[in-house]
């Protein structure tokens, strides 16, 4: 005999809304959770976006200290966490216009508009950091190239493929489409595998993913 799940368990609430109203009801512990649980995520993407480990900590703070000020602007429609990641993401594109007054900063910069054709056999390709770049100078040689892609691209890979939020979160969280997130990943990962792929290349042209700490990236 097969159970039904009740469909009231896929509806349940989000455990963070619950913090999220104890501190707006004075319970400011209740807030300091929420900072425990996100505050090395939210370090992480300000730290791509940035580029610079002291602006990122700043950014973090700045974030977590402006979502407590407009907490009550959170209408629990979406995550915390997604909304969170908004703040975060502004706080440090302001940070890199204050840092390069003479350079207008933009979600859209690099970004064609015309997405043209891509190789079919690419589409589904998503590096897990942790899976395929265990050691350290692997993870190095990642992280060297993401910070290298257009910062449009790299900001929709961070979300989607490091820190795992899903493409509709993503979306909300960078007031873009779902199509304008899933062209630009796309993009990202053609990209990323493109880079990476002089650091992993063998003999006969295939790429070798699971290179060996020690190894050259010619191979020799």
Same mark, same amino acid.
């Given at each position: =005999?097969?159970?039904?799940?009740?469909?009231?368990?896929?509806?349940?609430?989000?455990?963070? *809304?619950? *913090?999220? %109203?104890?501190?707006?009801?004075?319970?400011?512990?209740?807030?300091?959770?929420?900072?425990?649980?996100? %505050?090395?995520?939210?370090?992480? &993407?300000?730290?791509?976006?940035?580029?610079?480990?002291?602006?990122?900590?700043?950014?973090?703070?700045?974030?977590? *200290?402006?979502?407590?000020?407009?907490?009550?602007?959170?209408?629990?429609?979406?995550?915390?966490?997604?909304?969170?990641?908004?703040?975060?993401?502004? %706080?440090?594109? =302001?940070?890199?216009?204050?840092?390069?007054?003479?350079?207008?900063?933009?979600? #859209?910069?690099?970004? %064609?508009?015309?997405?043209?054709?891509?190789?079919?056999?690419?589409? #589904?390709?998503?590096?897990?950091?942790?899976?395929?770049?265990?050691?350290?100078?692997?993870?190095?040689?990642?992280?060297?190239? &993401?910070?290298?892609?257009?910062?449009?691209?790299?900001?929709?890979?961070?979300?989607? #493929?490091?820190?795992?939020?899903?493409? $509709?979160?993503?979306? $909300?969280?960078?007031?873009?489409?779902?199509?304008?997130?899933?062209?630009? *990943?796309?993009?990202?990962?053609?990209?990323?595998?493109?880079?990476?792929?002089?650091?992993?290349?063998?003999?006969?042209?295939?790429?070798?993913?699971?290179?060996?700490?020690?190894?050259?990236?010619?191979?020799?």
């Amino acid at each position: =005999m097969q159970t039904i799940q009740s469909p009231a368990v896929e509806n349940e609430p989000h455990p963070d *809304l619950a *913090l999220v %109203e104890r501190v707006r009801g004075g319970d400011l512990a209740a807030y300091d959770t929420l900072v425990r649980k996100y %505050e090395r995520q939210v370090f992480r &993407i300000a730290q791509h976006i940035t580029q610079n480990r002291e602006d990122a900590e700043d950014v973090t703070q700045d974030a977590f *200290l402006k979502a407590y000020e407009k907490l009550d602007q959170f209408q629990g429609n979406s995550k915390f966490y997604t909304w969170l990641v908004r703040i975060a993401v502004n %706080e440090s594109l =302001m940070r890199l216009r204050k840092r390069r007054t003479a350079k207008t900063v933009s979600m #859209d910069d690099d970004i %064609e508009t015309e997405e043209g054709f891509v190789p079919r056999d690419f589409a #589904d390709w998503s590096p897990s950091p942790e899976q395929n770049y265990g050691n350290t100078e692997l993870t190095e040689i990642l992280t060297k190239t &993401i910070q290298g892609l257009p910062r449009g691209f790299r900001v929709v890979f961070v979300l989607r #493929d490091v820190e795992n939020l899903s493409t $509709e979160e993503t979306a $909300e969280a960078l007031g873009l489409s779902v199509p304008a997130v899933k062209s630009r *990943l796309l993009r990202a990962r053609l990209q990323l595998r493109e880079r990476l792929s002089k650091y992993f290349r063998r003999p006969d042209g295939t790429l070798n993913l699971n290179a060996k700490r020690g190894s050259s990236p010619s191979g020799k």
